[in-house]
């Protein structure tokens, strides 16, 4: 009966989203408070009823409950019980489910949190978060019903896909779903304030803590997207280029470039009506790609559910909100006009030049990604863009972002000058190019790749410290430490999020450039040499799993015969879904990670067995744990907590 | 469910795709043939180079790319003869000629734009202060934006 209870709340949400895209939108036009106010209550009952909705979904995973479709469809009672949990977003039903929750979820904290908003911009913003909730409920109501019963329930369920059962992948989702939905917020903002008719700087303050939230949430999520890759499907590849991931890409970029603008926008008035279009396009990256992940328009490794109809529709949202906010932005661009003026060489100029390389990184993305649909469509070309082009046509973009990083977060505002930073740049110039030959000389005869990483890397990390040092002021050290220490959360932030970003930069060069191979057929108890680590294949046993029979091999490594420590890749075989998989064992290090696979039996004997050792690896992904933990700590800088409540509520403007 | 069959076929198993007995002898051959192989998308599966597919197509491919470099072809010949049997749609680099060239000159060309754009902004007449803001409202403005 919870079931049905679970989705007749999914209904009586849709009616209040309606409520409060209509109700306090009528409110702010007319002037009339308590329309307006309906905006707080109506936001909140729409979480209490989503959640609702989910728990009772949960709770059909988590006690097996295979009369509902969805469950019987991706669960099974051996399955391990994390397992249980995130089946429910590891379906595209569920997923949507946890896709309108978020939706709630940012709409009841902007109507908690944002109590000092002006009245009528509050009232407007929450409006146009309800009226995104309405249009994904109608698509789960009408298209995508998780709460499908089977009149019959049969007695056990058909698992969840084998790969989507890891720790990786169970938190993966969610993550890159709060960036996603995130992005809503700024897109509501941007909405709001064009129909408020008014961009200020207050707007960009307000707008700045939702934006590096969605950031951050989406660089976790992409991050564990990639870690998953990189010890699940067995070639230790992090990035493939995939549609899927390029739609997770593209808004991060965009959300990027906005972080940036909004920043501008804030200081120096100026920007607005670039910075409302990053705005309304971060948000449309995101529902194209909610459009690719569900339509299967573009084959994909990780295509989800593949459904023209779902496609369709999705694509009609995307087509009435990005049309509808850019239309309304073409009508009132002449209430964006800027005013803050900056010299050619300045912070300002610096801040756009990040912009241009950002979106014009993130247009790479998008056409490389749809590319094949319009040379298939419009010239009959079936022809495919792989990671080749991507690799030539969008690295050059980070390339000069990153060159360019460090020279322009030690400009001033207005007219800038690099000045006393002048000294410790060339210094940082001559470390960066002494680095990189280094790495040159270590590893003779490899691809450049590596040592303009190094170079890069150094650069930009050294660049972050740079700025940070100089933020502290003069005198003696001891003084600028204190200062330091002092310096706002947000330059901290900053200076953390730069620093990953060298890291990152650095990683993918290094283990590009530097990866070391080994693939052959080794016999039970043979030892051979792969780079400066000694193998040895130990044994190939049988092991039984919870849901799962899996083929162990035990490897014994050292390495320049020092301690040796052992490896246990596995072939697995999910009985109940017919499938196999693979899991690597890596030996993580700070400096390479050790990474083995364990093949097929070979006709002759003895297994093939791949041995990788890649160096750096972990920075990768360590880099884009200090880019959100940069976010984090800008997060919660004392003048973003403030500017929540900001403009004062008196400002409302004229009819 | 539908949904899980897709996945099924699309994830080709990920378990190994260059097997040992496929290596060449010759480490320089094989290299190269790393290489093509990596630059060749798996015709049956989704968005996979045949150096990552399990799949037994990509896998005849692979043997017979290496047929081909032993019999002395170029890089370039191997990778003609592949697109002649199975169409562009295995070349994972798409090829620079007729509308392509849209693809691959559309970023840089948007670069230019953006940067002379960019440059314009910059250097505009900017006009001088918000009229929109009555005087008490710059002030609380600033008072705010210096907190």
Known sequence: MFIELAHFALILALVVALAQTVVPMVGAARGWRGWMTFAEPAATSQLILISFSFAVLTWAFVVSDFSVELVYANSHTAKPMLYKISGVWGNHEGSMLLWVLILALFGAFAAWFGSNLPATLRARVLAVQGSISVAFLVFILFTSNPFVRIAVPPLNGRDLNPLLQDPGLAFHPPFLYLGYVGLSMTFSFAVAALIEGRVDAAWGRWVRPWTLAAWMFLTVGIALGSWWAYYELGWGGFWFWDPVENASFMPWLI??????????????????????????LAFGFSLLGAFIVRSGVLTSVHAFANDPERGMLILLILGVYLGGALTLFAARAGVMQSHGAFGTVSRESALVLNNILLAVSAFVVFIGTIWPLVAEMVFGRTLSVGPPFFDAAFTPFMVLLAIALPL?????????????????????????????????????GRSMVGPAGVALGVWVVGGAVLDLWMRAGRGPVGDRLR???????????????????????FGIAAMTAWNVEDIRAVNIGESYDVDNYNVTLTSVDAVKGPNYDSTMAVLTISHNGGTPFILTPEKRFYPVAQMPTTEAAIQNGILRDVYVVIGDPQANGGYAVRVYIKPFANWIWGGAILMSLGGLISLTDRRLRIAVGARKQSTVPAE | MKWLAVILCLWAVPAFAVDPSEVLDDPVLEERARDISQGLRCPVCQNESIDESNAPISRELRVLLRERLLAGDTDAEVRDYLVARFGEFVLLEPDRSGVNVILWWAAPTLLLLALAIGWAVIRRKPTDRDPSLTEEERAELNRILDS
């Open chain 1, 255 to 280: 959300a990027a470039a906005l972080l940036h603008s909004a920043i501008v926008v804030e200081k120096r008035e100026t920007l607005k009506s670039w910075t409302i279009l990053l705005a309304i």
């Open chain 1, 483 to 505: 200062r330091l220490v002092r310096l706002p959360r947000g330059d901290w932030g900053k200076t953390v999020a730069h620093l990953g970003m060298g890291v990152t930069i």
């Open chain 1, 408 to 444: 322009g977060s030690l400009l001033a505002w207005k007219r800038g000058k690099l000045g006393r930073a002048k000294g410790p740049l060339v210094g940082l110039v001559v470390l960066s190019v002494a680095l990189a030959l280094l790495a040159y000389a270590v590893y003779a």
